[in-house]
C-alpha cells in the first residue's frame, strides 16, 4: 500500500523553484553594475582571446548536438613514465613549451597530424594510418582550458579523418599523450611543483588522456607515479569516460577552442602546411608573440607564478641546478617563464656569496596603518622576488640598509621623504604611484617608485644595477 499521508507527499521542488530564464538574470546583473560596463567587469578573456562568461546556463550548449553526442576515448589512462614517449609521435608538447597558446597547439598539431597522415596515407589505408599516430600534448595550468583542449583536439581530428575519407573515423580516434610541462615550472620554491602537476594531471585526465606523463621538476619521481595513482586508485578517476561531457562550461570552452583552432588550422593550410609554415617563421613569429605578452603578464605581476614573481620564499638562499631532462630535437627554443625571476634571484645570490651579505631593504612604515600594511606586505613580495634581505621598522636611524622603501599613504610621503632623504646615504624609494607629487617628491630626493603598475624584472634589475651587483660576480 502507498502511504499517502500529508507528510509522505512526494517532493516537486521544480515547482517551489521554478526555472529563471537567462534574461531575468541578465536584468539583474544589470542593475548590480549601475552603468558599468559588463564585458570589462565580468567577461575574462584569455590570452587564446576567448572569452569566458561570467556563468553558464544550459542554453549555452544551444546549437552543439553533435559534439554533445560525440564519443571522447575509453575510460583510464595509461601511466607513462619520462621519457616514454612514442618517437614518431606528432609532439604539439614541443610547442607549448617554446611559448605556444592553446588554440596554437590544436591548430598546429592538427597541421602536422595531416602532414603525417598524408605520408603514411600513401602506402596503407587511412583508417589504418590514423591508428598508428599518437600526439602529444602538454597540460599547463589554466586548469579547465587544458580539459577544454584535449576534448577538442579529438572533436578536430575527427574532422581531418573525415575530410581524409576514412571509413570509421571513431576507430581512428586521436590517441592522447598528455604530459606536464616545464614552462611553468621554478627552480626556486620547488615544491609548489608537485601542486602545479597535480593539478595538470586532473586536467588531463579529464580531458580524456590515453597515456599520461608527470614531469618530476625537482621533486622526486616516484611522487610523480603516486599522483597517477592517488587519481586512479582513490579518486577512481579510471572509472569514467569524458568526465566532464555535458558541463556548460567545459562544452562550450571546448566548442571556443576548437573554432578558434580550425580557424588558425586553415591559415596554416593556406600557407602551405605545417612544415612550409614553420620553415617560414610564420609559426615561429606566432609564438615569439604569445611567449612575450606571457612574460610581460608575470614581469607586470598581473599573472603570479608562485615563489616567482609573487609569495617568494625569503629563507630560500641557495641557486637549484636545472633538473635534467631527455633529449628532444625541438622546432623551436623551449623557454620556462621562470628564468628571468631566476636569473635575478641567481644575482643576489651570486654577490652575496662575493661579498659575504644580501643586499638589505628597509620597509620604512609610518602613518595610515591600512596602507601602511598594504604597502609593506606588496614590497615584502616585490623585493623578496630578488632574493633581497627584507626588514621592516618604523624608524630608520642606524638601520644597516641598502635600500630604503616608504610605506605610507599619498598624503604623508612629502612630509617623511623630507624627514628621511637628508638624513640617509643610501637609495630611498617610495611605495606606491602618487602622481600629483612625482616631481616633488624627487625634488625631495626619492630615487624611484615600486607600485601595481612596476615591471618586476625591470625595476629589480635597475636596483641590482645601482646597488653595484654585477652579473656573474
Same mark, same amino acid.
Given at each position: 500500500?502507498?502511504?499517502?499521508?500529508?507528510?509522505?507527499?512526494?517532493? +516537486?521542488?521544480?515547482a517551489?523553484?521554478?526555472?529563471?530564464?537567462?534574461?531575468?538574470?541578465?536584468?539583474?546583473?544589470a542593475?548590480?553594475?549601475?552603468?558599468?560596463?559588463?564585458?570589462?567587469?565580468l567577461?575574462?578573456?584569455t590570452?587564446?582571446?576567448?572569452?569566458?562568461?561570467?556563468y553558464?546556463?544550459?542554453d549555452?550548449?544551444?546549437?552543439?548536438?553533435?559534439?554533445?553526442?560525440?564519443?571522447?576515448?575509453?575510460?583510464?589512462?595509461?601511466?607513462?613514465?619520462e621519457?616514454?614517449?612514442?618517437p614518431g609521435?606528432?609532439?604539439?608538447?614541443?610547442?607549448?613549451?617554446?611559448g605556444?597558446?592553446?588554440?596554437?597547439?590544436?591548430?598546429?598539431?592538427m597541421?602536422?597530424?595531416?602532414e603525417?597522415?598524408?605520408?603514411?596515407?600513401?602506402?596503407q589505408?587511412?583508417d589504418?594510418?590514423?591508428?598508428?599516430?599518437?600526439?602529444?600534448?602538454?597540460v599547463?595550468?589554466?586548469?579547465?582550458?587544458?580539459i577544454?583542449?584535449?576534448?577538442?583536439a579529438?572533436?578536430?581530428?575527427a574532422?581531418?579523418?573525415?575530410a581524409?575519407?576514412?571509413?570509421?573515423?571513431d576507430?581512428?580516434?586521436?590517441?592522447?599523450h598528455a604530459?606536464?610541462?616545464?614552462?611553468?615550472?621554478?627552480?626556486?620554491?620547488?615544491?609548489?611543483?608537485?601542486?602545479?602537476?597535480t593539478?595538470e594531471?586532473?586536467s588531463?585526465?579529464?580531458?580524456?588522456?590515453?597515456?599520461?606523463?608527470?614531469?618530476?621538476?625537482?621533486?622526486d619521481?616516484?611522487?610523480?607515479v603516486?599522483?597517477?595513482?592517488?587519481?586512479?586508485?582513490?579518486?577512481?578517476?579510471?572509472?569514467?569516460?569524458?568526465?566532464?561531457?555535458?558541463?556548460?562550461?567545459?562544452?562550450?570552452?571546448?566548442?571556443?577552442?576548437?573554432r578558434?583552432a580550425?580557424?588558425?588550422?586553415?591559415q596554416?593550410?593556406?600557407?602551405?602546411?605545417?612544415?612550409?609554415?614553420?620553415?617560414?617563421?610564420?609559426?615561429?613569429?606566432?609564438?615569439a608573440?604569445?611567449?612575450?605578452a606571457?612574460?610581460?603578464?608575470?614581469a607586470?605581476?598581473?599573472?603570479?607564478l608562485?615563489?616567482?614573481?609573487?609569495?617568494?620564499?625569503l629563507t630560500?638562499?641557495?641557486a637549484?641546478?636545472?633538473?635534467?631532462?631527455?633529449?628532444?630535437?625541438s622546432?623551436?627554443?623551449?623557454?620556462?617563464?621562470?628564468?628571468?625571476?631566476e636569473?635575478?634571484?641567481?644575482?643576489?645570490?651570486?654577490?652575496?656569496?662575493?661579498?659575504?651579505?644580501?643586499?638589505?631593504?628597509?620597509?620604512?612604515?609610518?602613518?595610515?596603518?591600512?596602507?601602511?600594511g598594504?604597502?609593506?606586505?606588496?614590497?615584502?613580495?616585490?623585493?623578496?622576488c630578488?632574493?633581497?634581505?627584507i626588514?621592516?621598522?618604523?624608524?630608520?636611524?642606524?638601520?644597516?640598509? +641598502?635600500?630604503?622603501?616608504l610605506?605610507s599613504?599619498?598624503?604623508?610621503?612629502?612630509?617623511?621623504?623630507?624627514?628621511v632623504?637628508?638624513?640617509?646615504?643610501?637609495?630611498?624609494?617610495v611605495?606606491?604611484?602618487?602622481r600629483?607629487?612625482?616631481?616633488?617628491?624627487?625634488?625631495?630626493?626619492?630615487?624611484?617608485f615600486?607600485?601595481v603598475?612596476?615591471?618586476?624584472?625591470?625595476?629589480?634589475?635597475?636596483w641590482?644595477?645601482?646597488?653595484?651587483m654585477?652579473?656573474g660576480?
Amino acid at each position: 500500500m502507498t502511504d499517502t499521508s500529508p507528510d509522505r507527499e512526494p517532493l +516537486d521542488l521544480a515547482a517551489e523553484f521554478p526555472a529563471t530564464p537567462t534574461s531575468e538574470w541578465e536584468a539583474v546583473i544589470a542593475s548590480d553594475l549601475k552603468g558599468a560596463d559588463y564585458e570589462k567587469r565580468l567577461v575574462h578573456r584569455t590570452e587564446e582571446g576567448i572569452a569566458l562568461r561570467p556563468y553558464y546556463r544550459k542554453d549555452s550548449l544551444a546549437g552543439l548536438e553533435p559534439q554533445l553526442s560525440f564519443r571522447r576515448g575509453k575510460r583510464g589512462w595509461e601511466i607513462a613514465r619520462e621519457g616514454e614517449i612514442d618517437p614518431g609521435a606528432v609532439r604539439a608538447d614541443l610547442l607549448h613549451e617554446a611559448g605556444a597558446h592553446g588554440v596554437q597547439e590544436l591548430a598546429w598539431a592538427m597541421a602536422a597530424g595531416v602532414e603525417r597522415l598524408a605520408e603514411l596515407a600513401a602506402t596503407q589505408p587511412v583508417d589504418q594510418a590514423a591508428r598508428a599516430l599518437t600526439f602529444v600534448f602538454a597540460v599547463g595550468p589554466a586548469y579547465f582550458m587544458e580539459i577544454a583542449k584535449l576534448r577538442a583536439a579529438r572533436l578536430l581530428w575527427a574532422q581531418v579523418l573525415t575530410a581524409f575519407g576514412a571509413k570509421d573515423p571513431d576507430g581512428g580516434a586521436m590517441r592522447i599523450h598528455a604530459r606536464t610541462p616545464r614552462r611553468n615550472k621554478s627552480l626556486y620554491d620547488r615544491h609548489t611543483n608537485l601542486l602545479r602537476v597535480t593539478t595538470e594531471a586532473l586536467s588531463a585526465v579529464i580531458g580524456g588522456c590515453d597515456r599520461l606523463t608527470i614531469d618530476p621538476f625537482g621533486f622526486d619521481p616516484h611522487l610523480a607515479v603516486n599522483i597517477q595513482r592517488i587519481l586512479q586508485e582513490e579518486t577512481h578517476l579510471d572509472a569514467v569516460a569524458d568526465p566532464a561531457g555535458g558541463s556548460y562550461y567545459v562544452e562550450s570552452l571546448t566548442d571556443s577552442m576548437a573554432r578558434a583552432a580550425w580557424d588558425l588550422f586553415r591559415q596554416v593550410e593556406a600557407e602551405g602546411g605545417y612544415s612550409k609554415s614553420l620553415a617560414s617563421g610564420s609559426i615561429g613569429k606566432e609564438v615569439a608573440a604569445a611567449r612575450a605578452a606571457r612574460a610581460q603578464a608575470l614581469a607586470s605581476r598581473r599573472r603570479s607564478l608562485v615563489g616567482v614573481n609573487n609569495y617568494p620564499n625569503l629563507t630560500e638562499k641557495e641557486a637549484p641546478k636545472l633538473p635534467s631532462a631527455s633529449e628532444t630535437a625541438s622546432p623551436l627554443p623551449a623557454a620556462r617563464v621562470a628564468e628571468p625571476f631566476e636569473a635575478i634571484r641567481r644575482r643576489t645570490i651570486e654577490y652575496a656569496r662575493a661579498t659575504g651579505r644580501y643586499p638589505k631593504v628597509l620597509l620604512l612604515t609610518r602613518g595610515d596603518v591600512k596602507m601602511r600594511g598594504a604597502r609593506s606586505n606588496f614590497c615584502l613580495n616585490f623585493f623578496g622576488c630578488a632574493g633581497f634581505d627584507i626588514a621592516v621598522s618604523e624608524g630608520f636611524e642606524g638601520a644597516d640598509s +641598502d635600500l630604503i622603501v616608504l610605506c605610507s599613504s599619498d598624503a604623508e610621503y612629502a612630509e617623511l621623504a623630507r624627514e628621511v632623504c637628508p638624513k640617509v646615504k643610501v637609495p630611498v624609494l617610495v611605495a606606491g604611484n602618487p602622481r600629483e607629487q612625482i616631481e616633488a617628491l624627487r625634488a625631495a630626493g626619492i630615487g624611484g617608485f615600486v607600485h601595481v603598475g612596476s615591471d618586476a624584472v625591470a625595476t629589480l634589475t635597475e636596483w641590482q644595477d645601482k646597488l653595484g651587483m654585477r652579473s656573474g660576480q
